[in-house]
């Protein structure tokens, strides 16, 4: 199957998305999602879209040993990158998935996560109709999606800055994982998947980073734009540049000091 260019996380990604954007846009998420699920008894875990497995270590590290997790990417760069994170013996498998049509048998998994990942699913109807397949009866889905443009700053100022170097088409990158945030349809998609007991809780953390220009080299590098740029023509160290200098005249140069906003949902199988 053929994808869109802006979920391809390959290459060079993985190592710029972990280092730059991990401990400032998505660790404090992580540690949100798995303080949800510490204190279970779960014999396995599935997570959807584990990236470079900011979210999988910290499972890790929370449920018992004999907790089975399975993590699961569409881009194996990703999860490759995040493999040197464990030990061997840890008790996590590995496997390339696609969450619109999840590679296990109907009731697989006690517990299911997804961390910023059901915004890039093109079929987010069937995404939410698979979690609730593999789960079995008691299971948890659990998944996080960013709010607005307006919430998270720095996502707006990312996207427009990047746009304005492109006389037409600029990259629509920034526009997924900000664009699916509508309680009211991600309600509905849930419980027409046949989830109960379907809860959300928005929340606001701090946002900070080393310097603007580390942020920046994340927010271009750390994802499928930076790519495109150099596709079409443009230095991705010039947008970089760019972007930094908006966020520095905003949140400081180093560090840099602000906010984001983010919807947790969790929803019941029985």
């Known amino acids: 199957m053929e994808h ?6 390959q290459g060079a990604v993985p190592e710029n998305y972990d280092r730059y954007l991990g401990p400032v846009i998505f660790e404090p998420w992580a540690e949100d999602l798995v303080l949800r699920l510490a204190g279970k008894k779960y014999e396995r875990v599935l997570e959807i879209a584990c990236g470079t497995g900011i979210v999988t270590r910290r499972l890790r590290d929370a449920l018992p040993a004999t907790t089975e997790i399975v993590a699961t990417d569409l881009n194996p760069d990703m999860f490759e990158f995040a493999k040197p994170k464990f030990r061997k013996g840890e008790n996590v498998m590995w496997q390339q998935g696609d969450a619109s049509s999840l ?4 009731c697989s998994f006690d517990a299911a996560v997804c961390q910023f990942g059901v915004m890039f699913v093109p079929d987010k109807a069937a995404a939410m109709r698979e979690s609730y397949r593999v789960l079995c009866s008691g ?10 443009f307006e919430a998270n700053p720095f ?4 996207h427009t800055t990047i746009a304005s170097f492109f006389d037409h088409d600029p990259p629509g990158f920034y526009k997924i994982p900000f664009g699916f945030h509508d309680s009211t349809v991600i309600r ?9 007991k379907i809860e959300s809780f928005s929340e606001t953390k701090p946002c900070r980073s080393a310097s603007a220009r580390e942020f920046a080299t ?10 495109e740029a150099t596709e079409r023509g443009v230095d991705p160290e010039e947008l970089i540049d760019a972007v930094a200098k908006r966020i520095a005249e905003r949140f400081g140069a180093a560090p840099v000091e602000s906010t984001m906003r983010a919807i ?3 929803a019941m199988k029985f």
Do not use: C, H, M, T
């Not at 996502?155 to 990312?158: E, L, W």
């Open 4 to 9: 869109d260019r802006n979920v391809l996380f």
């Open 103 to 106: 590679p296990f048998p109907n």
């Open 139 to 148: 299971g948890v889905f659990l998944f996080n999606v960013w709010d607005s």
């Open 155 to 158: 996502g707006q100022i990312a």
């Open 188 to 196: 509905k998609l849930l419980q027409d998947a046949g989830f109960e």
């Open 218 to 227: 994340g927010l271009v590098r750390g994802n499928p734009v930076g790519g």
């Open 264 to 266: 947790v949902w969790q």
